[in-house]
Each structure stands twice: as structure tokens, then as C-alpha cells.
């Protein structure tokens, strides 16, 4: 029997044989939101009306004997920084509120055309910019394995979703982290694609250079095939890579990785890392080892300067996006009295539009592109970025794919390290240098930490355009996990019951 | 490297259009100071021989032809307007403006 | 006493810098796919791109690029092997994401020059002037600003936005310093735009219509002491938008800046904007204190590598340089340099070569474009090609060759097409300009002059054919002007015996 536990792969065959419809479905997860939501928060916005319509008319299709996409009529959340025609977008900001744009991104119009229904639009960090989603001008989101605790950021409404049953498929975004940590810490699979795997077209811009879209799912299968629908070349993304999308499914169901090398970081355990985290990734290791692979240590020193560059060029390239949110053309405007300038109009609005962090990396951004300080920070911070490719190439020429631990912590308790930003940037230390280098990433639930009884990641990174060995190493140990612990992981989390 | 001032936070803020008061200057001032303490270090392995990368995916001359595609229609691109007059967006009196 | 302009640069020594702004002509906008149209109804050709919507990304019109390699090559430069775009950070309400992409260090081409010629006391003298380089970028919306014009009146000023124009593609040429030109700058400036505009529009890149803004001059200008070597503080002059305005740009700058040096005040380097109407300028949008533009490569966009091939290909589709194709002509006409040179800095040779392709003779054709026509621009100070079409003129030259219309004649048929009363033969009906050629006729009106000056007829009789001139006016005043004087005078002679 289907029911919301199920996995997107399951649903659409229940689909394809026609053991349950895609109305029967969507309101099954409404129904799932219903009950858990106001305790969850993952969801901005529901497009309840939009979301039931598309159900029926992939249910009228199929009825009609048409031939259906693999994944027609599977619910699907999107983070609230993908645009959908004619859809509340707010980027978790206040900016935005109210906003509905006059047109889908590329990812919404390749959903829509492979019959997914899009159920609604998830919380995050304001314009993705944080590691827990408290960030939100909305609210935060609450980890269905413990409401006091984060979902991670910036899309904690994708995954929290996905813990909580609420959508089978979620769409996120990953800047620096932002698929991967909050997988990690709810016991989800999230997937950074290769940088122009995903066209960013319609994806509201963080940091241009380092944002990807990427498939979210309860199991590397699905993400595989949320992962292909997804991806491909945009005319419309001067960025996107023009190749053939990497077969994911395929490399997802091989569940093999005998005579793969695959080499663990030096850099990316040991200080710093939960000692719960760390055994949970060793013994993930062992796994893979008794499946055939090859372990390397593999040193990656420049990693080490990572973060620093992050948070110099991510804040650069966010202080030039988010310039256009000045209250002239679309989003809130405060202030306009009929006597004030348009200048002091915009900066009230961004006074009062933009949350702190928000705020934060727009000034530290502003400085590090200012005559006399460029080369110091953005031009340093480049190069930094030239040497950390260095490091994942030098490794590449050693192994298949690179491992760590996604999040150097199980998630932590709201509120916890709000005031201190050095603090919550240490969550993505360990999925940062993906971005900057534009390769691909991938967490994997690996157990829970023995201390706290919280999720750990998995992390397994691949070369530019090698998606599929991340897939195949993921899609390995998650079934070698699978038979060790006899149930999805998700099973041990606690029911959440409405109130 | 620190010593951010408030002057220098509110230099920033002007140039980047968001309105701060003495307080929200003085704390930003701080606190960008820690982090700017932090990120400094880039500096240390940014040799000059060291090549900047702006791009993480090498390609070069993706253009586009030159042809003419459907805009939105009027209503459709004003319909986030805050507020519009004539088909135009309308907007506070732009200053020094002839 | 305030300096006049001889003065002043009899006492400082003017530099120069141009910068041109060529919007191109693509059918596309610059990094999306709205039309480039001039004059759409507001806000009918944007969309999420040049309107900077969230999530909207650029994506670079190839046909730009070529324009702008084309226009390099044909300005001498060399073509960048590596390029990129560059976001300029800066907030203004008609720019859709508050930064423009244009470029920086990494401009399309660089390093180039424009041969000019300008008309000296010591006769024609050849110019030099050196290109920094050529880059590419976008342009804005256009604002309007209803309410007071002066002061903040409560709930009356506001602005209206249309961003119908915002993205067209726009090539910026910026010269090196020009110096060396002493009292001619206005002259070398003036030059310098027209043989570019020429340029540009042989390559057939962009309208070049300096009226209709898709090409628009900056002015830049700092005076030095004669002598003394040194390089002074410059004032950039926009709003600069006829090649009359070039010239009377430099000039006005040269006045105004050598009268605050004459009366020990400093020049500030700052935007001024330039007054059609007085010829002077005054200061712009007061700028921030330090302008920081933030500049840094566009992470949305791809470098621009163009490859030996693609650029040996585009040169190769360079046409004739508007000199040899001057060279040609001139020597085809066998016009003088300095009438040539008259023609070329008016910007009449297009349709000089348009009127004699249409069979007028050249030097006719030549002299009615230099002469009355221009006369008529000068008094209306516009350009004279906005008056008056090629093929109009030509009509009138060919109704002058086959003695339709006399020389004066011909004048108020240009003046009535000027007016806007149709073409030459509509005018001529209408205003019933024909030259009186009936010989019955015109003997009706010798007979009566004779009549009212017996005694000049006499004298005429007896030999003195000079006063033949009083009776030929008599004639000519009866005819309303459009008899044929040489004609009248040939038979009022014949009929007195002479
Ligand atoms: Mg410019
Ligand atoms: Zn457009």
C-alpha cells in the first residue's frame, strides 16, 4: 500500500499501476501538512488550488493512456527561492512579501513539464543565508526529530518537510551548504549538483557563483530521479553546462562499488567535529570498505581557508544581487510619504525589508569590493578558490570520489547561535569547499549520533560533472546501511502527532 | 586586520542604501571587525602568482542570437509595482535629477 | 573683464577626452530577447531579465559582440584574446538591478585611432586621435518627473519609470587625451565625432542619430596654462546631442574655465550638463562624495574569447573606409579639399552622393546642400538632412537644368518643401512658381517698361547697353520674379536694335 511513508520511486509505481492517483496523493500530504505543519513550519505558502489541479490533469492524462514522465504525479516541495508563475515567492525575506512573479524558473517549468505537482513553497533563511533557517522573516522551522532544535539551513523547510512526511521530493538550494547540512540534520538525502548541472534561471540569487539548485529526498533513488528532471542544459543560464546530463539513476541503482577509491579528507574530521558524528562517519567508511572500495587518505590543505573565502565572496556577489530589491519595481516599499526621495524611500525599505544577517553580509560584502580593499578580500578570496581546486584536483587524480562528515554537529537547539555568526559559519565548513571549486556534493544519512540521538550526514563529493559517482557511492551505503539497521532511518525519528 | 569604525560602517551602509541607526552602526561595527578578523586570513596563501578564479566551470562565449522573443505584457511587468501611473512605474521624486 | 574664447586659449592650452555612447542597432536587447524598437508604448518591450526581477539572469546577444569587434577593428584597435563583462554598482531607479553591466579592465578592444583632417589658418592640417579603448554595456530606462520643478511640493513630485529602453546594447568609445590641438579643439572634437559617426554607420552598427540619442557625446575638457606643460582638472560635459553641440561644448568650456582661472578660483572635476540653448554648461546630479563603483567581473556571465578566425572573418567584412571612400569621391567630383572637407564636416556627404546618384550634377549638387540648404539648417539650428530629402533636392536641380525654375526660383521651392508644403512639384503648383518662358508674354511686359521709360530706351537705342538693367528689373518686377532675366534681357535687346 502507498501511503505518505512511502518513497517518491514507490509512489510513482503505485501511480504507473494504478493503485493510487495523484489527487489521491496530494491530498493525502495536504492532509499530512494539516496535521503537523503548525508545529513543523516547513511550509511558506500552499498552493493547495494550483497543486490539486495539476494532480487531476496528470490523472486525466494518464487515465486517457497517455505515456507519463517517470516521477508525473509525485508531490513535490519547492524552496521559496525558486520563482512560479503566479505564486507567492519571498526568499524567506519581508522584501518580498506579497511577491508573485509573472514567470516560473527553468526547475518550475521542467517540474511542471514531468507532471510533478508542486504542493508549496518552503521556509529558509532569508535569500538563503544562514545554517538554520531561523533567519526567516516568517519564522523558523522546527526539526521534526526534535522541535526545540534547527533543520539546518538554508532550506530547513525542505528538509524538514521531507522528515516530517509532508512531501516525498523537495526542491533546495546549496550555496555553501544549504541542501546538504540541513539533510545531514534531519536524516534526509540532499544533493548538490555540479555547478551549470541546474540551470539557475528563475532561482533568486544569492551568490551567483556558488549557488545550485538540487534535488532533496528521503532516499538517494529518488533524488536520482528528481536529480534528472531537474538538470540540463538552459539556454537562458549563460552558466549551464552544455552536456548531457550524468546518468544519476542508473549509477543509483548499482549499488556497487567495488574497486572504487574513494578518499576520506584530513582536513574535514578530527577538532572541531562531534565525537558522535565521527563514528557515525567511520563506521560508514567500514561499510563501504566491506563493499569493495579502496580507502585514501587524501590531504587537502587549502581547505583550511575555505570558510574565509566563502565569506568574502559569497557577501560580495550578494551585496551587487541584492541591490534590486529597492522597493521601485516589485516587493515592499516603506516610507514613501509623497515628500521623501526615491533614495531615502530604498533605504528605508531595505532598513526595514532586510533581517540582520541579511544586513550583515550586504555591508561586509559592500566593503570587500571597495576600491583599496578589493585585492585584499574578494581578489585574495579568488584566489583561494584557484588553490582549493587545485586541492580537489590533485585528489581527483587519486581517487573517484572525496568523504567527510557534512556537518561538523547534529543539529542544534534554536536560538543557540543566533548571536554569534562566526559560530553558525562553522556549521558549513565542510560543505563549503564543494561550492567554491563547482563540484558536486551529496549528504547521505549515516545513523545517529550516539550522544543525542540526532542524525549525521554523510558526505560524498565527485568531480565536475561526474554527478553519478557521488550517486553510486551514495546509493551504496545507504543500502548497506539499510540492511544494518533493518528500517529507514526516518522510522526512528518520533511521530509527530497534530495538535 | 580590524579596526572598522561606525564612520566606516555608516560609509558602507550609504553605499549600499540601508538606513542604520547609532546603534545598529555600532553594532555592526563590531561585529564586523570579528569577522573581518576571521576572513582576513585569505591573505595569507593569496600569492601573486596565484591565478584569480571568478568561475568555478571554465567556458567562454555563450552568446545568444539575436532574435526577438515575446516580452511580458505591460500588466504582467507592472504587477509588483508598489505603484504605477500610465503604464509606468511611479516612484518618489528622484533627486538631482534635471 | 571677462575672456572671449581667442583670448582664452590664447592663454591656456585645452585637453581633450571624448567618450561616445553608440547605441547598436541589434534587433534584440543586450542580455535579453525584448525588442529594441524605438517607441513602444511604456513597458511593452521588458521582461524578468531587463526588468532585474529575482532569479532573471543575462545572457549576451552575439550580434553585439560582433558590432563591437567590428567597430574596433575599424578604429584600429586591437581585439582583446580574453574579455569580460563587469558589474558598476551603483543605485539609480531607471537602472532595473542598481548595477549596470558593462565592462572594466577587460574591455572588448583596445589601443586604437582615428585619422581626422581639420580646416587651419595654415590650410588643411591631419589629426591624430587616439583610442583607449572600446567596450560594451547596457542602457537604461527613461524617467519622467511629474510635479514642481523646483523645490519638494507635498504629494506633487514623483517620477514615472518606462524601461523600455533599459538593456539596448550600447558600445562606448573612449579616447586617450587629445592634445596639441591649441585653438582648434572645438574643430578637432567636432571631427573626431562626425568621422566616427561615419564610421559607425558605413560598418551599419547603430542609427548614429545624435538627435535621437543613439549616439551621445561626453565632453571631456581641462585647461593648462600655455606652456606650462601641465595637465589641469577636467569637467565632463554630457547631454552633448548634435555635432554643433560638440564644438560649441569645447568652447563654452574653454570660456568658463579660463574665467575662474583668470579669477584664481579652482576647476572642480565634475559632471556638468550641456545647455542647447546658451551653448554653456552647467554642473549635473551632484555625486556621492566618494563614488565606489565596486566594480568586479560578472559571475552570471562567461568570458569573451574570441578566437583569430572569428576576427580575421569580421574584418574581413569591413567596407571602404569612409576616407578612401572620400578620396574616391572627391576625385569622381573633382571638388577642392577644402570644399570637400567643408562637405565632410557638415556631414552632407551621404546625400550630396545620394542627390548626384539621382542625376544632378555634382557640383550643383554640392553647392545646393552646402549652400542654401545649410543656410536655411543654420537659421533653424538643426541638421540640414532633417530638412530636406536627397531626392527633393535633386528634383529641384534637375527642374533648374531643364530651365523650369531659375535660380531664385528654385530657392522658394526649397524654402516651401522646407515648410513642410510637399515636394518641389507640389510646391511649385501651389505657390505657382513658374518660370514665365512664353515670349508673347514677355514681350507684353518689355513693351510696357519701354513705354514707362522712354528715355532708358533711347539710351539703349543709342548703345548704352548697360541700362538695358533698369528695364530688365521693370520686366522682372511685373513678372513676379519668374521670368527668365536672361532671357528678357535678350529680347528687350533685340527689340531696341541691339
Ligand atoms: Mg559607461
Ligand atoms: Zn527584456
Known amino acids: ?499 | ?98 | 573683464m571677462a575672456l572671449n574664447y581667442d583670448q582664452a586659449v590664447a592663454k591656456y592650452e585645452p585637453t581633450l577626452g571624448l567618450e561616445v555612447h553608440v547605441e547598436l542597432n541589434t534587433k534584440s536587447k543586450m542580455f535579453c530577447s525584448c525588442a529594441t524598437e524605438f517607441g513602444g508604448a511604456p513597458n511593452t518591450q521588458t521582461c524578468p531579465v531587463c526588468l532585474g526581477m529575482p532569479g532573471a539572469l543575462p545572457v549576451v546577444n552575439g550580434r553585439a559582440i560582433e558590432s563591437s569587434i567590428l567597430i574596433g577593428l575599424a578604429l584600429n584597435c586591437s581585439v582583446a584574446p580574453f574579455s569580460r563583462f563587469a558589474r558598476k554598482n551603483y543605485f539609480y531607479p531607471d537602472m532595473p538591478k542598481n548595477f549596470q553591466t558593462s565592462q572594466y579592465d577587460e574591455p572588448i578592444c583596445v589601443n586604437g585611432y582615428l585619422d581626422i583632417e581639420i580646416e587651419t589658418d595654415e590650410g588643411l592640417k591631419a589629426f591624430r586621435v587616439e583610442i583607449e579603448r572600446v567596450h560594451m554595456e547596457e542602457d537604461t530606462g527613461k524617467s519622467l518627473h511629474v510635479g514642481g520643478a523646483t523645490g519638494r511640493i507635498h504629494g506633487a513630485d514623483y517620477s514615472l519609470l518606462d524601461y523600455n529602453r533599459a538593456g539596448i546594447p550600447l558600445v562606448e568609445i573612449v579616447t586617450k587625451i587629445v592634445g596639441g590641438t591649441g585653438k582648434y579643439a572645438p574643430q578637432v572634437a567636432r571631427a573626431y565625432v562626425t568621422e566616427l559617426r561615419d564610421i559607425l554607420r558605413s560598418l551599419g552598427v547603430s542609427d548614429v542619430k545624435m538627435e535621437q540619442g543613439s549616439m551621445r557625446c561626453d565632453v571631456n575638457l581641462s585647461l593648462a596654462p600655455m606652456g606650462s606643460g601641465a595637465l589641469g582638472t577636467r569637467s565632463e560635459t554630457k547631454n552633448v546631442n548634435s555635432l554643433r553641440s560638440v564644438e560649441r561644448a569645447v568652447i563654452g568650456e574653454v570660456i568658463r574655465q579660463s574665467n575662474r582661472l583668470e579669477s584664481g578660483e579652482r576647476i572642480v572635476q565634475e559632471t556638468r550638463h550641456f545647455l542647447e540653448e546658451s551653448g554653456q554648461t552647467r554642473p549635473g546630479r551632484s555625486k556621492e562624495q566618494a563614488e565606489d563603483y565596486r566594480y568586479f567581473p560578472e559571475p552570471d556571465l562567461v568570458p569573451v574569447v574570441p578566437d583569430s578566425a572569428w576576427i580575421e572573418e569580421l574584418r574581413s567584412t569591413l567596407p571602404e573606409k569612409p576616407s578612401t571612400r572620400r578620396a574616391r569621391l572627391q576625385a569622381d567630383w573633382s571638388v577642392p579639399d577644402k570644399e570637400m572637407t567643408s562637405l565632410v564636416n557638415a556631414g552632407l556627404l551621404d546625400v550630396v552622393e545620394e542627390t548626384i546618384a539621382l542625376g544632378a550634377e555634382p557640383t550643383r549638387a554640392r553647392s545646393w546642400w552646402l549652400g542654401e540648404v545649410s543656410r536655411l539648417a543654420n537659421e533653424r539650428e538643426v541638421d540640414p538632412t532633417t530638412l530636406i530629402t536627397s531626392a527633393q533636392v535633386a528634383e529641384v536641380i534637375a527642374l533648374i537644368e531643364s530651365g523650369d525654375l531659375t535660380d531664385k526660383l528654385a530657392r522658394q521651392v526649397v524654402e516651401g518643401v522646407i515648410a513642410g508644403e510637399g515636394n518641389p512639384s507640389a510646391v511649385i503648383a501651389q505657390r505657382g512658381l513658374k518660370v514665365v518662358s512664353d515670349d508673347g508674354a514677355l514681350m507684353t511686359a518689355i513693351e510696357a517698361a519701354i513705354a514707362s521709360q522712354p528715355e532708358t530706351a533711347e539710351r539703349i537705342r543709342g548703345g548704352n547697353i548697360p541700362a538695358a538693367g533698369a528695364l530688365i528689373g521693370a520686366v522682372m518686377k511685373a513678372t513676379g520674379g519668374q521670368a527668365d532675366a536672361a532671357k528678357v534681357r535678350e529680347l528687350l535687346l533685340k527689340h531696341l536694335g541691339q
Open chain 2, 1 to 98: 586586520m580590524s579596526g572598522i569604525s561606525r564612520e566606516d560602517v555608516a560609509h558602507l551602509a550609504k553605499l549600499a542604501r540601508i538606513e542604520m541607526n547609532d546603534a545598529e552602526l555600532d553594532h555592526l561595527a563590531k561585529e564586523m571587525d570579528v569577522i573581518l578578523g576571521a576572513v582576513a586570513r585569505v591573505q595569507e596563501v593569496a600569492a601573486s602568482d596565484v591565478p584569480p578564479t571568478s568561475h568555478p566551470i571554465p567556458v567562454n562565449n555563450i552568446v545568444r542570437e539575436d532574435i526577438v522573443r515575446p516580452s511580458l505584457s505591460p500588466e504582467e511587468a507592472l504587477s509588483g509595482a508598489p505603484a504605477q501611473s500610465e503604464g509606468r512605474f511611479k516612484v518618489p521624486q528622484i533627486l538631482g535629477e534635471e
Open chain 1, 1 to 499: 500500500m502507498t501511503t505518505i511513508r512511502s518513497t517518491a520511486a514507490e509512489m510513482a509505481a503505485a501511480l504507473a499501476a494504478g493503485t493510487t492517483t495523484s489527487v489521491e496523493l496530494t491530498n493525502a500530504h495536504y492532509a499530512q501538512i494539516e496535521k503537523v505543519d503548525g508545529a513543523v513550519h516547513a511550509f511558506l505558502h500552499l498552493d493547495k488550488e494550483g497543486a490539486l489541479a495539476q494532480a487531476e490533469a496528470v490523472d486525466a492524462k494518464r487515465k486517457s493512456g497517455t505515456e507519463m514522465p517517470p516521477l508525473a504525479g509525485v508531490p513535490l516541495a519547492l524552496k521559496d527561492l525558486l520563482t512560479q508563475k503566479g505564486v507567492p515567492t519571498t526568499c524567506g525575506s519581508r522584501m518580498l512579501e506579497g511577491w508573485r512573479p509573472p514567470y516560473d524558473s527553468t526547475v518550475v517549468s521542467k517540474l511542471k513539464a514531468a507532471g510533478i505537482v508542486i504542493l508549496g513553497k518552503t521556509n529558509m533563511d532569508e535569500f538563503a543565508m544562514g545554517s538554520s533557517t531561523e533567519n526567516s522573516a516568517y519564522g523558523p522551522t522546527h526539526n521534526p526529530w526534535d522541535l526545540a532544535r534547527i533543520p539546518g539551513g538554508s532550506g530547513g523547510g525542505s528538509a524538514a518537510a521531507l522528515a516530517a512526511f509532508e512531501a516525498p521530493l523537495a526542491i533546495g538550494s546549496d550555496t555553501g551548504g544549504s541542501i546538504r547540512q540541513p539533510a545531514a540534520v534531519t536524516g534526509t538525502v540532499g544533493v548538490k549538483p555540479t555547478y551549470g548541472g541546474v540551470s539557475r534561471y528563475g532561482l533568486i540569487a544569492f551568490s551567483s557563483s556558488l549557488d545550485q539548485a538540487g534535488p532533496c529526498a528521503r532516499t538517494v533513488l529518488d533524488a536520482a530521479l528528481l536529480h534528472e528532471v531537474i538538470a540540463g542544459h538552459d539556454e537562458r543560464d549563460s552558466t549551464s553546462i552544455n552536456a548531457p546530463v550524468p546518468q544519476v539513476v542508473k549509477a543509483a541503482k548499482k549499488l556497487d562499488v567495488k574497486g572504487m577509491k574513494i578518499g576520506v579528507v584530513k582536513e574535514l574530521q578530527g577538532e572541531g567535529f562531534q565525537s558522535g558524528v565521527l563514528s557515525r562517519f567511520h563506521e560508514s567508511l567500514d561499510a563501504l570498505v566491506s563493499a569493495g572500495a579502496e580507502l585514501v587518505e587524501v590531504s587537502c590543505p587549502n581547505f583550511d581557508y575555505a570558510l574565509a573565502a566563502y565569506y568574502l565572496i559569497a557577501p560580495s556577489e550578494c551585496s551587487s544581487n541584492l541591490a534590486r530589491f529597492d522597493s521601485m519595481r516589485y516587493g515592499i516599499r516603506v516610507g514613501d510619504n509623497g515628500e521623501r526621495s526615491a533614495e531615502e524611500v530604498m533605504k528605508l525599505t531595505r532598513h526595514e525589508g532586510f533581517g540582520p544577517e541579511v544586513k550583515r553580509r550586504i555591508i561586509l560584502g559592500t566593503y570587500a569590493l571597495s576600491s583599496g580593499y578589493y585585492d585584499a578580500y574578494y581578489g585574495s578570496a579568488q584566489k583561494v578558490r584557484t588553490l582549493i581546486m587545485r586541492d580537489f584536483n590533485a585528489a581527483f587524480a587519486k581517487v573517484d570520489v572525496l568523504v567527510s562528515p557534512t556537518a561538523p554537529t547534529t543539529a542544534f537547539k534554536i536560538g543557540e547561535q543566533v548571536d554569534d555568526p562566526l559560530a553558525m559559519y562553522l556549521n558549513d565548513i565542510a560543505t563549503i569547499p564543494v561550492n567554491l571549486a563547482g563540484i558536486g556534493g551529496m549528504s547521505v544519512p549515516c545513523g545517529l549520533a550516539a550522544e543525542d540521538g540526532l542524525p549525521v550526514g554523510f558526505q560524498i563529493m565527485s568531480p565536475a560533472m561526474r554527478d553519478d559517482l557521488m550517486y553510486q557511492v551514495g546509493g551504496t551505503l545507504e543500502a548497506a546501511l539499510l540492511s544494518k539497521w533493518g528500517a529507514p532511518i526516518l522510522d526512528k525519528a518520533p511521530v509527530l502527532v497534530g495538535n
